[in-house]
């Protein structure tokens, strides 16, 4: 067709204009995506100085109130059950406590970095208990740490990411309100990796947590923070979450103890989760603490009306200290090796030690071998990365990724899926699981989001079956496949999580309680490829990450069905009095 030129120049003056139009466009997009990193770097930046300063202050004040070493450590000896009695019977101020926890946990932040912020509160609500008449809350005047993603009012809760910065909670979490409600003090936040969705504990908002026995270590995660404060003597008592060992990591990997309930046996309203609309495998919300007794006043504690009239989801189930007191023998299986990775020799010798202390005490032992947990450990992986990380990354834009959380962030956001399928494969020969969890897919369609759930469903069927036809009560299986990591390498050794998260897919309470330390003759026997072959790629980076490992915690695990928590604890405080 013919076209007179002027037509033509019209037409190209037209297009000179529209992409005038478009270019301005993209200009203003990219000042204000520039603008928008600027912006999340001043404000990180203004975060960091915060915490700075409020840590300053706090320092300040204690120097000030004369407090010192040897002031605090009369009081951070104390135990769980001398402390609470202390507060009871008016010998010790919750003022005078939270002074001598403050100072030690300033101590340990200095060497580990696991607090995100003091709590400025603490000393008005340890005032006010200290003035109050009537009786007194079970947990009168003992500081509780609090893991950084429970809402606390008037303070950030951003699970690492700066998209979190930009307004504070207008509310406590439930758990929090129950803590204040018996008479606890909440007074530090400690810190967590960067979506939590790691057992690392760094971010770019607050740093790397180390671990208290050995700072080239991680304290494991998520809730790490928790666990090196806990671990290094600055809190005695805190609150962690878990939905695939971010309680019991960090109590095995800093030689403490804590507890995963079932979920929903504690609330975690108002609790952060990115992914909160993931309906298969649920976090919950755990206390974690340097005794078992200390887990064990806190369940006591938040078991309560309280609890049950501010979350009413939660069942009111009370704690049941018949079944924590019982001393009727159980039938307890135990296991050393789940299939997906051998433990490091240290790690198999707390079972056998935790096994013999109960088989002491009158309980019957029986070899337990979890079925087809390859299959479980798979299925976990494929619900909690369901959208492979994409509401994460929604989030994390314009943020820089964390080393803790780059090559998971990496091999599912950026990796080209034909890449990611190779790289699978390449895995597949070291590791089946770790090639399959590598390639696995993205889930689109409802129809396979529910066949999950099916899936999941009768393998629960089928586990329970297996635990009933064995007859148990109970079952003790390692803490980990290995002690604390150097920091920053747990991904590349990730299958560990096969001993902690099989329970999540499961959704049985599970707890971690201390047995041991690493000793020169679990290094040796490590080295010794007769005792550890470390046939797979995995078992190799174990090793060469364990080496150099003497005097770190080994804890062990004891698991229940579901809802006995009770039966968990009572292993955990057997095994505590009756090892070491
Ligand atoms: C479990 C087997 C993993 C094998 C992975 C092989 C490593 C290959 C390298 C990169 C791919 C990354 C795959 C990462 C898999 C781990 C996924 C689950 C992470 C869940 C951590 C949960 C921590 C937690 O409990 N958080 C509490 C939140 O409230």
Redesign the pocket.
Known sequence: MHMPVHAFRDGASVMKKHWKLVGLGVGVLLAAEIYKKYNRKRRIQQRKDEVKKSCARLRQQLQNDGINEAKSKVITDLSITQLQSKLQNGELKAIDVLRAYQYKALEVNDKTNCIVEPIKEAEVWARELDNQTGPKGPLHGIPISIKE?YSIKGYFVTAGMSYFLDKVVDDDAVLVKVVKAAGGVPFVRTNIPQT????ECSNPLYGNTTNPHDSTRSPG??SGGEGALIGGGGSILGIG??????IRIPSHMCGIVGLKPTVQRLSLNGSL?LNSGQTHVK?SGGPMANSVDGVVLAMKVLLDDTLFTLDPFVPPLKFNTKVYESKKPLRIGYYTDDGIITPVPACVRAVHEAKQALEKLGHTMVPFSPPDVHAA?ARY?RT??AERGDIAAGLLAGDEIDPSYK??YH?YQTLPNILRMFFGLL?KTQDR??GE??SQRRIWFMLDWWDLHDEITAYKSKFIQHWRDMNLDAVISPGLACPALPSFKS?RV??V??YT?LWNLLNFPAGSVPVSKVTENDQKQLNDTEVYPAKKYFERKLKEFCQDGVGLPVNVQCIALPYQEEVVLRLMKEIETNTK
């Open positions: 993603c939590m969705m790691t057992f995660g998520s979450g878990d939905i695939g060992g971010s989760a976090p450990v992986t909690v990365l090559l998971m091999t895995m699981l770790a969890v590598v991904i990730s299958t999580l096969s998260a």
